[in-house]
T-cell receptor, first 111, second 116 residues
Framework: SQKIEQNSEALNIQEGKTATLTCNYT??????LQWYRQDPGRGPVFLLLIRENEKEKRKERLKVTFDTTLKQSLFHITASQPADSATYLCALYSSASKIIFGSGTRLSIRP | GAGVSQTPSNKVTEKGKYVELRCDPISGHTALYWYRQSLGQGPEFLIY????????DSGLPNDRFFAVRPEGSVSTLKIQRTERGDSAVYLCASSFRSGSLYNEQFFGPGTRLTVL
């Protein structure tokens, strides 16, 4: 069956370090992948999109990689700040409606 | 401009009752999605509208769940004979161009449904 796995444990990072979150998937061939941020009591907020033919995408302190051979995406936050603390979700798309979200990774940045 | 809004923000109901959850998408967005999110999980796809029609309702768990979007804007998710297992946060999202694979989805804050 189709499955998405994100870091199962919460991630605790010292401020200023790089946080790396993992998204692995099986039995799925996504056309593209998105990363969202979700704060408690709020809906997810879009961060980055990467297509299947792209290896890497950057936006300010954020970087996403997409390896369709390994079936894995990595999400990096460089120079992390306490304000980056949130849950980060990856979502795989193969069509306009076939969308699967991972369960998310809770990231905490300590000062 | 205004984002996606959902009402009510919280709904507590008794088992067996009927509930309606409302979503107001961003003006001009033709695609609208409903998701359900349980604690510690990611959003689970329920239904996708393209304009007024339900383009994909394969995520609706059973026939107690139904959604409409009669004028291609506001959508209502309807749940009949609610069960305790329906308790979750129901999220709505909209995007600008329907049918495109690459649209960013804008999410509302969700409605927290509790079935006692």
């Amino acid at each position: 069956s189709q499955k998405i796995e994100q870091n199962s444990e919460a991630l605790n990072i010292q401020e200023g370090k790089t946080a790396t979150l993992t998204c692995n998937y099986t039995n799925y061939s996504p056309a593209y992948l998105q990363w969202y941020r979700q704060d408690p009591g709020r809906g997810p907020v879009f961060l980055l999109l990467i297509r299947e033919n792209e290896k890497e995408k950057r936006k300010e302190r954020l970087k996403v990689t997409f390896d369709t051979t390994l079936k894995q995406s990595l999400f990096h936050i460089t120079a992390s700040q306490p304000a980056d603390s949130a849950t980060y979700l990856c979502a795989l798309y193969s069509s306009a409606s076939k969308i699967i979200f991972g369960s998310g990774t809770r990231l905490s940045i300590r000062p | 401009g205004a984002g996606v809004s959902q009402t009510p923000s919280n709904k507590v109901t008794e088992k067996g009752k009927y509930v309606e959850l409302r979503c107001d998408p961003i003006s001009g967005h033709t695609a609208l999605y409903w998701y359900r999110q349980s604690l510690g999980q990611g959003p689970e796809f329920l239904i996708y509208f393209q304009g007024t029609g339900a383009a994909d309702d394969s995520g609706l768990p059973n026939d107690r769940f139904f959604a409409v979007r009669p004028e291609g804007s506001v959508s209502t998710l309807k749940i009949q004979r609610t069960e305790r297992g329906d308790s979750a946060v129901y999220l709505c999202a909209s995007s600008f161009r329907s049918g495109s694979l690459y649209n960013e989805q804008f999410f509302g804050p969700g409605t927290r449904l509790t079935v006692l």
